[in-house]
């Protein structure tokens, strides 16, 4: 469960980039631009440093409903925290550094290796506005279908961890599917829509991930940007 939270924390916070169609031929930079453009602007993400999420959380293979948290801070900080009843608070965190989670069944332990990479690159705060500083490379793949839609298709490789596959809608550029690697190294894809803005900024409210072991429905209900964080809050706990 641990990988398909990460999986959804990193396809809600980390929208990067745009779409495709049978139109003029665009860059990577283009159509980032344009999603930064359809997000609500350079601007007005600029003026947000930090953002907290909470939603609920439906695993329909393990029967699990469970309200959740995300907590983000630039440049690089975020934390989930979900709640299952019966079996209590799951978190996970990274401060910048280190990587770390908690949970009734397994305890506090420190996150390492690949899965430390992963956490990285899933952490990077708005990193459309810094692409070029988080990613090694950006690449414009052919165009694709999603659904009913057209697309443009970027692979982003990051400085840490395996590559991510957004896939843009080709009129408003926002994205429609992202294909990222979760913990057990198989790749989870994420489709995004009904799409808010929410104090200037669009997010989406519905996002399904399909995964080997089954869907992921998460319902978001509330987004706050700027709120104030504390660093410590992202912290890996004391020993218990």
Request: glycine letters at 8%; a neutral charge; proline letters at 5%.
């Amino acid at each position: 469960m641990q990988s398909r939270r990460c999986v959804f924390a990193m396809a809600v916070l980390a929208l990067a980039p745009a779409a495709p169609a049978q139109k003029a031929a665009l860059t990577a930079e283009q159509i980032i631009e344009k999603n930064i453009a359809a997000m609500g602007g350079r601007e007005e993400m600029a003026k947000h440093q930090s953002t907290c999420i909470r939603g609920d959380l439906d695993i329909t293979a393990m029967g699990i409903k469970a309200p959740m948290e995300i907590y983000a801070k630039a440049p690089d900080k975020r934390l989930i925290v979900v709640r299952v009843e019966g079996y209590g608070e799951v978190r996970n965190g990274f401060d910048g550094q280190t990587a770390w989670v908690d949970d009734p069944g397994q305890g506090l332990r420190t996150v390492e290796g690949e899965g430390l990479d992963r956490v990285r690159r899933d952490s990077a705060y708005q990193p459309a506005l810094r692409w070029r500083d988080v990613y090694k490379q950006v690449e414009l793949l052919p165009n694709a279908k999603v659904g009913d839609r057209d697309a443009y298709v970027l692979r982003f490789s990051p400085k840490w961890g395996q590559p991510i596959v957004t896939y843009y809608d080709a009129e408003n550029f926002l994205a429609l599917r992202q294909d990222a690697d979760g913990d057990d190294g198989a790749v989870v894809q994420s489709y995004f829509s009904s799409y808010q803005d929410l104090g200037g900024l669009k997010f989406p409210s519905a996002i399904r991930q399909v995964t080997p072991g089954g869907e992921i429905l998460a319902k978001v209900a509330e987004v706050k940007c700027a709120a104030p964080l504390d660093d410590a809050q992202f912290a890996r706990p004391a020993k218990q």
